[in-house]
């Protein structure tokens, strides 16, 4: 944008501002017809400069009043309901929170072992505060508390008859921003709305006294909150969805299996959605605060990865749906229309290796002793297998028959692949040649890979180590040599020989049939049309 008609000199200064017209749609709302900013500087190229970044600021604050809508009396229910659920939720998780009596009586033994070992002084009042004090708050954090509660509750309801608002504005102002609402604070609407956000603070309140007594069953006596008809608290979590799904899955149903790895992959974004919004309840999601969470993840990730996380709780919530027979959300799924960012277009060539940072991987190679650097690049350098899948590989899992040599990715126990199916893959002759069989007969039973954390520690050493100063375009081991493996193979191997070999899913029929040993032996003469990459 050309920004020459929006700086000028201020009056009185040899000073530069910045200034631009507020759009006529927006003059009643920002109440000035033009906006001004001193831009700190006399030098017009400096200016320029400095202007272009005030002015998209601007225009960002325009896109947002745009989007913003008036408050109404709708809004101010909502509010006072959203508001005491959400405090329900919270107060769930802060007693889910603590301590049993068997934690407390722990922690009262290991007072007692840490005085005995101390030889604590019982007439030193001040050594004796600090030994038991971690005790005391742990014992007493139920009883503090509900003293803490009960001197809120007496506070607003004063606060009630005064009309002081202190003590509830947060609430209303974080309601506004996450609903883009139109209102003054100064306004009799703000008022309004923080005094029947006290109103329901204190009905809240009440709830977590009746519930310190063991009753959990009261209902709302204040009308604004009665009259919404508020339906019963639901407390299921996004773990105890997951878990669920979990079962399912290891029994075949839910939409069938899904590994371990998926599963805890779901946790991951599952949980970083719950903490960005305080709390762990599926039943209270709504559309509007998964889109806000979207639209902040936006800010800083990428498309692709905030289509992947926003999805991921759409479909823990879908899960949660069905396993509820729909009374997890009795008025419908609240994400059926959410609109999920398009990922940016990719050129795969960026995932892949080319052959000369293959080349320089393998040589790296070549020189460790350590086994997973030594022999997982050259694995999956010649069979496009992930690298989660090859750390999994056991002495047992190498076989021949007659000449030829394969290893097997099996499914079972704590061994999964992505597809959730096993394969007998072909081992190269560029492989049997570096010594492969070699290793493999020198190791002894069980995992061939024994180190810790062999899939990162493999991927760090080749981004960090072996492609040193390319590291913004060297692509992960996974991709670069599973999407090299698909390239080299064309016009060499037949799609489905490829597609086996490199476990990837077939669609049709005859991706259920055969896969017997009968096939290996035209299997390994398939694989031995793969080039040599050195």
Wanted: net charge positive; with cysteine.
């Amino acid at each position: 944008m050309a920004i020459t008609g929006n700086i000028s000199r201020r009056k009185g200064t040899v000073n530069y501002q910045a200034r631009l017209r507020v759009p006529a749609d927006l003059v009643d709302v920002v109440r000035r017809s033009e906006l001004t900013k001193s831009l700190g500087t006399s030098d017009y190229r400096e200016a320029k400069k400095k202007a272009r970044a005030v002015i998209d600021a601007w225009e960002r604050e325009f896109e947002d009043l745009r989007e913003r809508r008036t408050f109404t009396e709708t809004d101010m229910r909502a509010a006072v309901s959203e508001h005491y659920r959400r405090e329900l939720e919270r107060d769930h998780d802060e007693r889910m929170r603590r301590p049993s009596p068997e934690q407390i009586e722990t922690a009262k033994q290991a007072m007692i072992s840490d005085a005995q070992r101390t030889g604590l002084d019982i007439n030193d009042p001040f050594a004796v505060m600090d030994a038991s004090l971690d005790f005391m708050v742990l014992k007493d954090r139920a009883k503090t508390d509900a003293y803490n509660r009960s001197v809120r509750v007496d506070v607003l309801q004063q606060h009630l008859t005064t009309g002081e608002t202190a003590l509830i504005q947060y609430a209303a102002d974080e309601f506004i921003a996450r609903h883009k609402l139109i209102i003054e604070r100064d306004s009799p609407a703000y008022k309004e709305m923080c005094h029947r956000l006290l109103r329901g603070e204190i009905e809240f309140l009440k709830r977590t006294f009746e519930r310190d007594r063991g009753d959990y069953s009261g209902v709302p006596s204040d009308p604004i909150l009665s009259d919404t008809n508020l339906a019963p608290l639901d407390n299921t979590s996004f773990e105890a969805i997951i878990k669920e799904q979990e079962r399912l899955s290891e029994n075949g149903l839910g939409g069938g299996r899904k590994s371990p790895r998926t599963f805890t992959k779901y946790r991951t974004q599952v949980e970083g959605f719950a903490k960005w919004r305080g709390s762990s309840r599926a039943a209270t999601v709504t559309k509007e605060e998964v889109e806000q969470w979207r639209d902040h993840l936006l800010t800083t990730d990428q498309r692709k990865t905030v289509r992947d996380k926003v999805a991921t709780v759409r479909a823990v919530l879908n899960w949660g749906l069905k396993q509820s027979n729909g009374k997890l959300f009795p008025k419908g799924f609240p994400l059926e229309h959410l609109d999920l960012p398009i990922a940016e277009a990719t050129d795969s060539a960026k995932k892949t290796y080319t052959i000369a940072q293959a080349q320089k991987v393998l040589k790296a190679a070549r020189a460790q002793t350590l086994p997973h650097f030594r022999w997982l690049p050259w694995l999956a350098a010649y069979s496009g297998a992930r690298i989660g899948e090859l750390i999994q590989l056991e002495k047992d899992d190498i076989f021949n028959i007659g000449d030829d040599w394969y290893f097997q990715i099996r499914v079972g126990g704590d061994r999964t692949t992505k597809t959730m199916k096993g394969r007998k893959v072909p081992i190269h002759p560029a492989i049997v040649k570096e010594g492969f069989l070699l290793f493999v007969n020198a190791a002894p039973k069980g995992r061939l890979f024994t180190h810790v954390r062999v899939e990162q520690n493999t991927r760090d050493w080749i981004r960090e180590k072996v492609m040193t100063g390319r590291k913004e375009n060297s692509p992960a081991p996974n991709h670069g040599f599973r999407h090299l493996f698909e390239d080299l193979r064309f016009g060499k191997l037949s799609q489905e020989a490829a597609y086996y070999i490199t476990g990837r899913a077939m669609a049709g029929s005859g991706a259920l049939y055969g896969k017997s040993d009968a096939m290996l032996p035209a299997l390994a003469e398939e694989m031995r049309k793969f080039p040599v990459i050195l």
